[in-house]
């Protein structure tokens, strides 16, 4: 099989998880809860072999690279990361309504690159062949990936916040929002993903600076990509920090999370987009 | 010092050692670090002017907003922040260092009060037997506890992780460690350029920004410069000068490869690849032979330089193309015969047999070329750049210890009460209470046992 099969089969995974989460929501069935986490379970794992016969295919071609090396490939693996990290939060919490919010995350992002990213397997320009490549990518799509899992709980909990509000305080909320977490749990998983987002964001801009100084001799330009990844940094520091003075959870924390995550998609996209400088994805 | 004295410089330290200070430092360094990804940073005055207009170009000029990672009030907000950071430090860190050091052995029945996991059991069995039989329990559950006996009653403490305490500050002096080597490295190395044309030497590079000249103590001669490309495509695969060190007369590296992601250290400095092009005219070798008497012969010249031919004519190379419309290397030939006007065609390289029907006294075969090159080096000295790595490393380390290791506190006393014995049982994590409570439930169920049992 190939891995442009692999990589349609695994949109059709997310798809199918996906919905499921959103039936999950309509129908409040466990059953169907499950299935969906199943689903998105087989779709990390189709994901992978697609990303390993990518790399397969690309040792055959006589290159042999990680795919980690444009735009299509990094957004194949944002779309891994934030499942597994999504998994890896769900063998913790077991709340299956965050699915329906990060789920599509990724299922967007497969459909996104598959529709108007181009998908051949280039060789390596000489600016792009080091080691230092696959671990800056690896740990900053982590990190990115903890910051989407929190931007997903946020998002959740500033739905269920609203209407608890506004609902009589003596009947809980019905509906949808029953099988939503409580807003305190949907606040510790918006925090505990940051903490795994922040620190492996912290080894993505180190391995980045490291690699600058490796191949360019200073770790620390300022260059706009730099610069962006510095301020998605400060932007969730300030956000741990804030939860230290009265006041900064809940519902601001959701804001922060959501600004942060914001940040972090301009840097990863919008840099390349819209501003100029020295990394090389996106704009090519 | 007056009251107001004193008042006014303990409203300076809180406001040094404020979280609040530390959110506003870093929403506003995040927020203005944005200025200088939009504005391009370090052109010519003349690309502003073009782009901008006067009066913008004047007001931005003057807040430094066209290096504004260096202008004063960007470095005054990472000042604060660092005094921020050290003020907040001071302030904590003796009273995280007490708690460690001296933890509460004798707790009041009110401390127990203030722990979220706390429970009271009434039993019949002795104190002193309690004692033996907790501690065991304890030490095989959790950790060693220290026993301490006061006015009568029986305090056992346990702890695991205490050093997990000092995460936040080793993260926090890690950022520090960070500004301290980038300052080694602003005050004590540069960043510069050199070019060499292969087969030459230099013993000075070029610092960036003022281009002043600094020598390096050694010479670098380039041996050759040379550009691979992918296979059937103009995708360039390496960039690869090839550099000799030699330093008091002697040759100490030997036409070491510097490639893109493999650069030359020597002496602290390094050079790392980073352009390339043209250095003068190429050299051309031609053979030419007399169509008359058949006899050829090999030159060597440079573009526009005349050379005599065999019967008083001349010729030279008028212009030179690398890729000339996919046929390859092209050179255009001037012809000088005697008494007639001069004349002018073009010779392929690749096409030796080519220039035969062309029918002229001379038929000229362009054998080769060679094309001097020049590569580009960036070079840079960094003193400061360990520093910064250990500072990394600590600021790695300590968030990971941060954020995932807690310190867990047991305590439990035992006092007796008419014939019987009271326990109060009470723990607490300072971090990821939830997974400490789980623990903590079971661990009561096993001494409660452990009680029950007598
Ligand atoms: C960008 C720089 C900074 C980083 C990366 C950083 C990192 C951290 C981390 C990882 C924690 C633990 C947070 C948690 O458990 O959720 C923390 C806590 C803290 N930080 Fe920072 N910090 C920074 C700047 C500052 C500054 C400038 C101050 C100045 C006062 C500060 C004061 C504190 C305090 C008071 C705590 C709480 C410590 C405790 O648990 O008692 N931080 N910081």
């Known amino acids: 099989?190939?891995?442009?099969?692999?990589?349609?089969?695994?949109?059709?995974?997310?798809?199918?998880?996906?919905?499921?989460?959103?039936?999950?929501?309509?129908?409040?069935?466990?059953?169907?809860?499950?299935?969906?986490?199943?689903?998105?379970?087989?779709?990390?794992a189709l994901n992978t072999a697609a990303?390993?016969?990518?790399?397969?295919?690309?040792?055959?071609?006589?290159?042999?690279?990680?795919?980690?090396s444009n735009l299509y490939e990094s957004v194949v693996f944002f779309a891994w990361s934030i499942v597994l990290i999504y998994l890896l939060m769900d063998l913790k919490y077991r709340q299956r309504a965050v699915g329906a919010f990060v789920i599509p995350l990724s299922f967007f992002g497969m459909i996104w690159a598959q529709l108007s990213l181009s998908d051949s397997i280039e060789p390596l320009v000489p600016a792009l062949q080091s080691n230092w490549l696959t671990y800056h990518v690896i740990t900053c799509f982590l990190?990115?990936?903890?910051?989407?899992?929190?931007?997903?709980?946020?998002?959740?909990?500033?739905?269920?916040?609203?209407?608890?509000?506004?609902?009589?305080?003596?009947?809980?909320?019905?509906?949808?929002?029953?099988?939503?977490?409580?807003?305190?749990?949907?606040?510790?998983?918006?925090?505990?993903?940051?903490?795994?987002?922040?620190?492996?964001?912290?080894?993505?801009?180190?391995?980045?600076?490291?690699?600058?100084?490796?191949?360019?001799?200073?770790?620390?330009?300022?260059?706009p990509k730099e610069t962006w990844s510095l301020i998605v940094w400060f932007i969730y520091a300030a956000f741990l920090h804030a939860r230290f003075t009265r006041g900064w959870v809940g519902r601001k924390a959701a804001w922060l999370s959501i600004i942060g995550f914001g940040s972090t998609i301009f840097c990863y996209l919008g840099v390349n987009l819209v501003l100029s400088g020295l990394h090389s994805y996106g704009g090519s | 010092m007056t009251a107001k004295n004193r008042s006014f410089i303990d409203a300076l330290w809180d406001f040094c050692c404020s979280l609040k200070l530390t959110v506003v430092s870093l929403i506003l360094l995040a927020a203005t670090s944005i200025i200088g990804t939009v504005i391009q940073q370090n052109r010519d005055p003349s690309e502003y002017l073009q782009l901008y207009g006067e009066t913008t170009y004047r007001i931005f000029e003057a807040l430094q907003l066209f290096d504004m990672y260096h202008s004063w009030w960007f470095l005054t907000l990472l000042a604060l922040f660092a005094l921020n950071l050290t003020a907040c430090s001071i302030k904590r860190f003796p009273r995280v260092w007490r708690m460690v050091r001296q933890p509460v052995l004798t707790p009041e029945d009110s401390h127990y009060r203030t722990l979220s996991n706390m429970e009271e059991v009434v039993t019949?069995?002795?104190?002193?037997?309690?004692?033996?039989?907790?501690?065991?329990?304890?030490?095989?559950?959790?950790?060693?506890?220290?026993?301490?006996?006061?006015?009568?009653?029986?305090?056992?403490?346990?702890?695991?992780?205490?050093?997990?305490?000092?995460?936040?500050?080793v993260t926090h002096i890690s950022i520090l460690v960070i500004f301290l080597g980038a300052i080694i490295g602003n005050v004590f190395g540069y960043k510069a350029f050199v070019s060499i044309v292969e087969g030459s030497e230099a013993d000075q590079v070029w610092l960036r920004g003022t281009r002043e000249p600094v020598d390096l103590g050694f010479t670098l001669r380039c041996e050759s410069f040379s550009v691979t490309y992918y296979e059937g495509s103009m995708r360039p695969k390496e960039f690869k000068s090839l550099i000799t060190v030699v330093e008091n007369g002697e040759e100490v590296?030997?036409?070491?490869?510097?490639?893109?992601?493999?650069?030359?250290?020597?002496?602290?400095?390094?050079?790392?690849?980073?352009?390339?092009?043209?250095?003068?005219?190429p050299f051309f070798t031609f053979e030419v032979t007399e169509r008359a008497s058949g006899e050829s012969q090999t030159y060597r010249l440079r573009k526009g330089q005349r050379q005599m031919l065999p019967g008083g004519a001349s010729f030279r190379v008028a212009d030179f193309a690398p890729s000339f419309q996919n046929f390859g290397p092209a050179a255009r030939v001037d012809v000088m015969p005697t008494g007639s006007s001069p004349r002018s065609f073009t010779v392929l390289k690749n096409f030796p047999q080519f220039d035969q029907q062309r029918g002229g006294d001379y038929i000229f075969n362009f054998v080769d070329y060679k094309q001097r090159q020049y590569t580009g080096l960036q070079v840079a000295k960094d003193p400061g750049v360990w520093v910064v790595w250990a500072g990394c490393l600590l600021l790695v380390v300590g968030s990971m210890v941060a954020f995932f290791l807690s310190h867990r506190r047991i305590w439990?006393?035992?006092?007796?009460?008419?014939?019987?014995?009271?326990?109060?049982?009470?723990?607490?994590?300072?971090?990821?209470?939830?997974?400490?409570?789980?623990?903590?439930?079971?661990?009561?169920k096993k001494l409660r046992e452990e009680v029950k049992g007598s």
């Open chain 2, 253 to 281: 590296i030997k036409d070491r490869p510097v490639i893109v992601n493999d650069p030359l250290k020597h002496n602290g400095i390094v050079f790392y690849q980073s352009s390339y092009g043209p250095a003068g005219d």
């Open chain 2, 412 to 444: 439990v006393t035992i006092r007796s009460l008419d014939g019987k014995s009271g326990i109060m049982i009470g723990g607490s994590a300072h971090r990821n209470q939830p997974a400490f409570e789980g623990f903590f439930d079971d661990f009561k």
């Open chain 1, 1 to 44: 099989m190939t891995s442009a099969q692999l990589f349609n089969f695994t949109t059709i995974g997310y798809f199918a998880a996906m919905v499921l989460f959103f039936a999950y929501l309509a129908t409040r069935n466990k059953t169907v809860a499950l299935t969906a986490t199943v689903a998105t379970w087989v779709g990390l």
């Open chain 2, 124 to 169: 019949k069995d002795s104190p002193e037997n309690l004692r033996d039989k907790l501690a065991a329990v304890i030490k095989e559950n959790f950790s060693a506890p220290t026993i301490t006996e006061k006015d009568g009653r029986i305090h056992l403490y346990a702890e695991k992780g205490s050093w997990s305490r000092f995460g936040v500050y």
């Open chain 1, 143 to 223: 990190g990115y990936a903890g910051f989407g899992v929190a931007f997903g709980a946020s998002i959740m909990y500033l739905i269920k916040v609203g209407k608890e509000e506004k609902s009589d305080p003596d009947s809980p909320a019905g509906g949808i929002l029953s099988i939503f977490p409580s807003a305190r749990v949907l606040d510790d998983i918006n925090y505990k993903a940051i903490m795994i987002g922040f620190p492996l964001l912290t080894l993505g801009i180190i391995t980045g600076a490291a690699w600058a100084n490796y191949a360019w001799g200073t770790y620390w330009s300022w260059d």
């Open chain 1, 51 to 68: 990303i390993a016969m990518r790399w397969v295919e690309s040792t055959r071609m006589g290159y042999g690279h990680a795919p980690l």
